[in-house]
T-cell receptor, first 116, second 114 residues
Framework: AQKVTQAQTEISVVEKEDVTLDCVYETRDTTYYLFWYKQPPSGELVFLIR??????QNEISGRYSWNFQKSTSSFNFTITASQVVDSAVYFC?????????????FGTGTRLKVLA | DTEVTQTPKHLVMGMTNKKSLKCEQHMGHRAMYWYKQKAKKPPELMFVYSYEKLSINESVPSRFSPECPNSSLLNLHLHALQPEDSALYLC?????????????FGPGTRLTVL
């Protein structure tokens, strides 16, 4: 069965600290896609990254980086030198290549609080 | 224009009212989605439209009625709602209705049913 686990319900850090948000997924498909979304208090989910199952290269975008490891079924997200504006709920999501239903399976989200 | 807009931002309605939520995108996307999100929970998919045709209904009660008048517009008609239907309703769109396209979300309509 497909599942996404974000075990960290809430994380608090002080500004400028690095923080890693964990995401562990389960799927039987060999083709799948993983996503991270940010949901600030305003409510809108903001797309951050998509990764397909055949591409295990890590990615860096400014202060954000992602570590995809198929061996541990994890797709972790690190924010370097966190800022107050990073405070939000972050969702990891899985979409399976062969299910044909284009449904996201969301994790339960991690609430990140960055304190000034 | 990479924006999905939703109106209204907030809506309060009684259980006997009829109201509609509106969603619009001008990105040329061919798939549009309605999600419901309760506090401290992830979004739950309700409906998917692909090329203006309803392709997924996640067993949503008939008091929610979606409509896709054209490829840019998505409505959600509400009738005889229950207090437990109070939630944030999010609209999203993607280039195609498939598993790999990222979805772009609107800011949501915060609905309160009295």
């Amino acid at each position: 069965a497909q599942k996404v686990t974000q075990a960290q319900t809430e994380i608090s850090v002080v500004e400028k600290e690095d923080v890693t948000l964990d995401c562990v997924y389960e799927t039987r498909d060999t083709t799948y896609y993983l996503f991270w979304y940010k949901q600030p208090p305003s409510g809108e989910l903001v797309f951050l990254i998509r990764r397909n199952s055949f591409d295990e290269q890590n990615e860096i975008s400014g202060r954000y980086s992602w570590n995809f490891q198929k061996s541990t079924s994890s797709f972790n997200f690190t924010i370097t030198a966190s800022q107050v504006v990073d405070s939000a709920v972050y969702f990891c999501a899985l979409s399976e290549g062969t299910s044909g239903t284009y449904k996201y399976i969301f994790g339960t989200g991690t609430r990140l609080k960055v304190l000034a | 224009d990479t924006e999905v807009t939703q109106t209204p931002k907030h809506l309060v309605m009684g259980m006997t009212n009829k109201k509609s939520l509106k969603c619009e995108q001008h990105m040329g996307h061919r798939a549009m989605y309605w999600y419901k999100q309760k506090a401290k929970k992830p979004p739950e998919l309700m409906f998917v439209y692909s090329y203006e045709k309803l392709s997924i209904n996640e067993s949503v009660p008939s008091r929610f009625s979606p409509e896709c008048p054209n490829s840019s517009l998505l409505n959600l008609h509400l009738h005889a709602l229950q207090p437990e239907d109070s939630a944030l309703y999010l609209c999203a769109s993607s280039q195609e209705g498939n598993t790999y396209n990222e979805q772009f979300f609107g800011p949501g309509t915060r609905l309160t049913v009295l």
